[in-house]
T-cell receptor
Framework: DTEVTQTPKHLVMGMTNKKSLKCEQH?????MYWYKQKAKKPPELMFV???????INESVPSRFSPECPNSSLLNLHLHALQPEDSALYLC????????????FGPGTRLTVT | AQSVTQLGSHVSVSEGALVLLRCNYS??????LFWYVQYPNQGLQLLLK??????LVKGINGFEAEFKKSETSFHLTKPSAHMSDAAEYFC?????????????FGTGTKLQVIP
């Protein structure tokens, strides 16, 4: 099984809402990632978890809060977002060691109104 | 530090023609190189990767790429384009940046296939 799943597929939220994005993989990967992708742009790295610990935060605003409850799950909690945060949010996973590719989920299309 | 340059944000080819998407990289350590494809409103799917060994790498859907260290290139080719190849293609390099492993993506090339 080389699948990364993400829920929901689409999300519309107001600027005062609190919502969460979920990601799951069962490939035994111990590195998991959140990316943000705007239209016609490459993915931008947001967070990296390695062995369930946050190892990289690419200076992401605190209105985005990641969580890794266990080795298979990754959440992204959203609060007080801005319209410019509307984007495709991609989750990925990989083995921790070098040279291994990342497997991407289908993404959550987020619209902030 | 590492970087990736994809030449041509849009490439158009006729169905059945050769596909050539260009990628040049910069890396201070031996690079691990990848090509991903993205269809509209979907995630990225790995086409192929180069880590070590054979410099000509074959991937899925008939794509292949050749690692040329002297030219710092990793161009993607397919002998005969199919309509289903129309998508966005990203070249990526995985190396070390700021003390940790990081994947850097190119800006992408949108492939249009003309019937």
């Amino acid at each position: 099984d080389t699948e990364v799943t993400q829920t929901p597929k689409h999300l519309v939220m107001g600027m005062t809402n609190k919502k969460s994005l979920k990601c799951e993989q069962h490939m035994g990967h111990r590195a998991m990632y959140w990316y943000k992708q705007k239209a016609k742009k490459p993915p931008e790295l947001m967070f990296v978890y390695s062995y369930e610990k946050l190892s990289i935060n690419e200076s992401v605003p605190s209105r985005f809060s990641p969580e890794c409850p266990n080795s298979s799950l990754l959440n992204l909690h959203l609060h007080a977002l801005q319209p410019e945060d509307s984007a495709l949010y991609l989750c990925a996973s990989s083995q921790v060691t070098q040279g291994h590719e990342q497997y991407f989920g289908p993404g959550t299309r987020l619209t902030v109104t | 530090a590492q970087s990736v340059t994809q030449l041509g944000s849009h490439v158009s080819v006729s169905e059945g023609a050769l596909v050539l998407l260009r990628c040049n990289y910069s890396s201070s350590v031996p690079p691990y190189l990848f090509w991903y494809v993205q269809y509209p409103n979907q995630g990225l799917q790995l086409l192929l990767k180069y880590t070590t060994g054979a410099t000509l790498v074959k991937g899925i859907n008939g794509f292949e790429a050749e690692f040329k260290k002297s030219e710092t290139s990793f161009h993607l080719t397919k002998p005969s384009a199919h309509m289903s190849d129309a998508a966005e293609y990203f070249c990526a390099v995985r190396g070390f940046s700021g003390g940790y492993q990081k994947v850097t993506f190119g800006t992408g090339t949108k492939l249009q296939v003309i019937p």
